[in-house]
């Protein structure tokens, strides 16, 4: 249906990684990275693909030949960011995919909670990893978008009412999140009925904010790890 009533040629993908078995796991998997994202993390380590010019799309037609040409080799693939929930036709390049015979995955900041929704509604997509950016009162801070937290509530109560398989995930660094809004958000989603969860060392790749990037963050605090490993059943570092 999806793919008579949008044009796929229309999502901007601006980067391919060509295998990976992180992404879904359980899943040897290619990504594609969609262009843009309005939201201003400090850590985002995705910068190019927020600020894309039209000669950094991949042509239409590369994209299928590379989804014809894995056939048979891959399991899945993953649309990652920048962000894909931004994009109306995202739904039909998941419709595209799996014509395919790949399984589909979606990592999103839960921006647009309409559009996870619709995707989950007309069973495109087999899981979804959503960032949890920190606790309420921290969201319109990291995301520096005042509408952020209440998007992504939303976000988290489709997902979580769905039965789809997903992961929720934060990246930690102390200068973004505190201690006290760490152990808040997983609180909060073990409130919700969370059942995977996993916190992100921050990584420097790709970081431009040199304050965030002159710190090594090896290390969770361990009472956080504690309390993860108590309420969350499927909890993890990265
Ligand atoms: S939501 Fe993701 S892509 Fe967008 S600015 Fe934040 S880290 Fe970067």
């Not at 990275?33 to 799309?57: M, Q, V």
């Not at 769905?162 to 505190?178: A, C, K, M, Q």
């Not at 996993?198 to 790709?206: E, L, T, V, W, Y």
Request: charged letters at 20%.
């Amino acid at each position: 249906m999806y793919l008579l009533e949008t044009d796929v040629r229309d999502i901007p993908i601006a980067g391919i990684q060509g295998m990976t078995t992180i992404d879904y796991p359980g899943h040897v998997s290619a990504v594609f990275f969609t262009a843009g994202c309005p939201w201003h993390c400090r850590y985002c380590h995705n910068g190019r693909l927020k600020n894309c010019s039209p000669e950094d799309i991949i042509p239409h037609e590369d994209i299928m030949s590379f989804l014809t040409s894995r056939s048979g080799y891959l399991d899945s693939i993953v649309i990652s960011g920048g962000e894909p929930s931004l994009h109306k036709t995202l739904p039909g390049l998941l419709a595209m995919i799996r014509t395919f015979g790949y399984k589909t995955a979606l990592h999103t900041n839960g921006m647009n909670p309409d559009m996870i929704r619709k995707i989950i509604t007309h069973g495109l997509v087999d899981y979804i990893a959503l960032d949890i950016k920190g606790p309420p009162r921290a969201y319109g801070r990291i995301t520096q978008n005042t509408d952020a937290c209440k998007a992504v509530s939303h976000s988290i109560k489709h997902i979580l009412s769905s039965g789809i398989d997903y992961e929720f995930r934060t990246t930690y660094h102390p200068l973004v999140l505190s201690e006290a809004d760490l152990e808040r958000t997983i609180v909060i989603l073990a409130g919700l009925g969370c059942r995977k969860y996993f916190i992100q060392r921050f990584s420097k790749d790709g970081v431009v904010d040199e304050e965030l990037t002159g710190w090594d963050v090896t290390e969770i605090p361990r009472d956080i790890v504690r309390l993860g490993e108590k309420l969350i059943p499927e909890f993890g570092i990265r």
